[in-house]
């Protein structure tokens, strides 16, 4: 049993703010008299990246969603470039369906992946990720599998609200369907990207267009940020408890005006919708604020008949295979290729 520590925080332990974080220099953390270690069976090379950039955003665009925006499309930008040394693609931009898109396609295709396709519906709240966020998403599962990725630049809030993004997929799915048979076709997204592929399957569920051949959410599932992650995400990284109620879903701009009781909203509370859901990957990190309500996802699909595989990395946090410097991003780049490998029609 691990017992209380009184060693002494470093200056590690203040963020952008100036406010105190006790995170400590070996990636422990000070949860009261108690120090909690960073998990063993994580890589020494996600202790350091946990350690140096899982930080907040600066004071100065915290809560500001445009200025939020521009922030992390910086990061992005950064992490871009890092993918593409990493990894042989062309990237080139198009229209389909009427929607921005970019292709990103392996420099070395695998033939039998000819008659494939992934769509790609990057992360950022429903307010950021486009461009470089979708590249970051993209990339790595174009090379790693061998098969062309379309990032979809889906209509994003404050500006736009729901269904827009929905109507986006849709369309970009809707017209892939005329080159490439439904059971041929994947879907994967990470974090509002995860969310919005649920919403998607129920959206063309809705419409009466065929489902795809499987379908993969990272770091987020069909409902509404609950659970106990939601509360103890903030101190297993070495900040402040969350004070009163965690960020929801249904608070974002984007989806002001509709209604959570709404299928297309979140699938995940409408078991007759998630029956409808093709084979199913889920995957989260077990310092992931999303962690809950991805497993609880996991739970319900599998109560609905559907198959669905769970994959929960301990220690790693919201998104963390946009780090492709990790063995883990790694490990995750391999599950999405070996998955949408064994489920797409060939």
């Given amino acids: 049993m691990a017992t209380p520590t009184t060693a002494k925080a470093d200056m590690s332990d203040f963020d952008a703010k100036g406010a105190r974080r006790r995170l400590r220099s070996d990636g422990s953390v000070e949860l009261g008299q108690f120090a909690l270690p960073y998990s063993t069976f994580a890589s020494s090379e996600a202790r350091h990246t946990f350690i140096t950039q899982i930080n907040p955003p600066p004071p100065e665009v915290d809560g500001k969603l445009l200025a939020l925006r521009a922030h992390y499309e910086k990061q992005n930008d950064r992490l871009a470039e890092q993918m593409l040394a990493l990894f042989a693609v062309v ?9 921005r898109v970019h292709r990103v396609a392996p420099a070395t295709p695998r033939p039998e992946n000819a008659t494939r396709v992934l769509i790609c519906l990057h992360g950022g709240g429903f307010t950021w990720g486009a461009n470089s966020g979708a590249l970051v998403e993209a990339i790595p599962i174009a090379a790693e599998m061998g098969v062309e990725v379309i990032a979809v630049d889906y209509r994003l809030g404050p500006e ?30 990470c974090s509002a990207g995860a969310i919005l592929t ?41 900040f402040d408890p969350v004070a009163g ?42 310092r992931d604020f999303a962690v809950s309500s ?41 599950i999405l290729a070996g998955f949408f490998d064994r489920q797409l029609a060939a």
Wanted: hydrophobic letters at 45%; one cysteine or more; charged letters at 20%.
């Fill in 91 to 99: 990237v080139s931009e198009d229209r389909i369906g009427g929607v």
């Fill in 294 to 334: 991805v497993t609880d996802m996991h739970l319900k699909l599998d109560a609905a008949g559907v198959e669905a595989r769970l994959y929960v990395f301990d220690g790693l946090w919201h998104a963390f295979q946009i780090f492709p410097d990790l063995p883990e991003s790694r490990r995750v780049y391999r």
């Fill in 198 to 238: 649920a919403q998607a399957v129920a959206w063309i569920a809705r419409e009466g267009l065929p489902r795809p051949g499987a379908i993969a959410m990272l770091c987020g599932g069909g409902g509404e940020l609950l659970g106990d992650s939601t509360f103890l995400t903030p101190s297993l990284e070495g």
């Fill in 160 to 189: 736009h609200r729901f269904p827009a993004a929905s109507e986006d997929v849709a369309a970009v799915y809707r017209a892939l369907l005329e080159q490439y048979a439904p059971d041929a076709i994947g879907v994967y997204g």
């Fill in 245 to 286: 109620e965690p960020l929801k879903l249904s608070g974002l701009p984007y989806f002001a005006g509709a209604s959570t009781d709404d299928p297309r909203v979140f699938p995940e509370r409408h078991p007759d919708v998630l029956a409808q859901f093709p084979p199913t990957l889920l995957i989260a990190g077990g």
